[in-house]
């Protein structure tokens, strides 16, 4: 539980190798599976292959590790990072992706590619990316492998997004949860 004062604002997990929650102080707490406060202050947390964490100071690099690497010399510009299994993302004042691969070069899946200008939230799986606008109505990329986009929510009404490799959750206004995609390692009942 977080002490007093303080509220966890994020939340990010690396399949099965680490937990990070960030808290409104900007401390992230670790579990890799030992507990581990990082050093510094933090504005953003995600994860799919490694777990990165995004220092408060921009020209600082953001730190990305896996079980058997760290890599710590990555510079992201922009706002809205979103990690995902082979690169990163964020997103440029004109609402444009700005994409790398994690050994450099552009994560070319997605780099380049505009966001609604009344997104809400965005997430990456291994091979697809989903926005939710401003009245929070979900789309999926149309080409999708792992039948992902044919389980879509189609009502309004969502307020964050999360993906995995090959599936996504999101939760409802209403506090209700809805997750589709891959099942091929069998469901898990929405929480």
Not at 88 to 114: H, I, M, Q
Request: proline share 6%.
């Amino acid at each position: 539980a977080p002490p007093d004062g303080v509220e966890f604002v994020s939340l990010s997990s690396n399949s099965k190798e680490s937990a990070c929650v960030l808290d409104n102080r900007g401390t992230v707490r670790c579990w890799t599976p030992d507990l581990v406060v990082l050093e510094g202050s933090f504005v953003e947390i995600d994860s799919a292959a490694r777990q990165c964490v995004r220092p408060s100071d921009h020209s600082q690099p953001m730190d990305c590790w896996t079980s058997i690497d760290s890599q710590t010399s990555i510079v992201v510009s922009g706002i809205d990072l979103r990690v995902g299994y082979t690169g990163y993302c964020t997103v440029d004042s004109a609402n444009t992706l700005d994409c790398f691969y994690f050994d450099g070069g552009p994560y070319a899946e997605f780099d380049g590619r505009p966001l609604p200008n009344d997104y809400r939230d965005y997430c990456l799986t291994a091979y697809l990316m989903c926005t939710l606008d401003s009245v929070g109505q979900i789309a999926c990329d149309d080409e999708a492998p792992l039948n992902i986009n044919g389980n879509v929510p189609t009502h309004s009404g969502f307020t964050r997004l999360s993906c995995g490799k090959g599936h996504a959750c999101a939760v409802h206004e209403s506090g209700d949860g809805v997750c589709w995609g891959s099942d091929h390692w069998g469901k898990s009942a929405v929480p």
